[in-house]
């Protein structure tokens, strides 16, 4: 199974920071990588997909890059809505496989 | 509008089933990938299956042997049986879509909570 790992585990910033979450693969996994927002009692929300391609709807402050085994969520400017845990998951390869999440405080 | 229901989720005992539903509007769910996704209390997201379109199916090896994915193309509604349920099994079940093309679950449902105690 494709291992994921996700750093930092949490953090805590304020309002109009820029924050990046890093997710890492265990083997190359090309640009099969997803980002998705949890908050609490809600729906998980794709933010982006293969990568780098942001999901309709989504605000363009989330950019997702990398490839390979190395990728990053990066919000550019944090709004109190962004309050959540962010996971990386991996679809190159059932079993599908998510990385632990990072939880997102706002200061 | 595009959306997913999940239902079915309840206290059991260990050794016990259950059947979840996920039931969809404003598409058609055999003409897309579906998984079902776990959390469990104070823990991540975990895949449990996925029934591809073409109506295959794949599990986690948490769940083979136990659990069923299947769906009802007449009620466009996506089933998970769960069956010799343990305590580990608790979790938020939720379901998804997996549009043909993009390699993700863009659509999901609220989820639905499965209990397994004694």
């Known amino acids: 199974d494709i291992q994921m790992t996700q750093s930092p585990s949490s953090l805590s910033a304020s309002i109009g920071d820029r924050i990046t979450i890093t997710c890492r693969a265990s083997q190359s996994i090309s640009t099969y990588l997803n980002w998705y927002q949890l908050k609490k009692g809600k729906a998980p929300k794709l933010l982006i997909y293969a990568a780098s391609t942001l999901q309709g709807g989504v605000p363009s402050r989330f950019r997702g890059s990398g490839s390979g085994t190395d990728f990053i969520l990066t919000i550019s400017s944090l709004q109190p809505e962004d309050s959540a845990t962010y996971f990386c998951q991996q679809s190159y390869r059932v079993p599908l496989t998510f990385g632990p999440g990072t939880r997102v405080d706002i200061k | 509008e595009v959306q997913l229901v999940e239902s079915g989720g309840g206290l059991v005992q260990p050794g016990g089933s259950l059947r979840l539903s996920c039931a969809a509007s404003?598409?058609?769910?055999?003409?897309?990938?579906m998984n079902w996704v776990r959390q469990a209390p104070g823990k991540g997201l975990e895949w449990v299956a996925v029934?591809?379109?073409?109506?295959?199916?794949s599990y986690a090896d948490s769940v083979r042997g136990r659990f069923t994915i299947s769906r009802d193309n007449s009620n466009n509604t996506l089933y998970l049986q769960l069956s010799s349920l343990t305590v580990e099994d608790t979790a938020v079940y939720f379901c998804?879509?997996?549009?043909?093309?993009?390699?993700?679950?863009?659509?999901w449902g609220q989820g639905t909570v499965a209990i397994v105690s004694s």
């Open positions: 029934i591809y379109a073409g109506g295959s199916t």
């Open positions: 404003g598409f058609t769910v055999s003409n897309n990938h």
């Open positions: 998804a879509r997996v549009p043909r093309g993009i390699d993700a679950s863009d659509i």
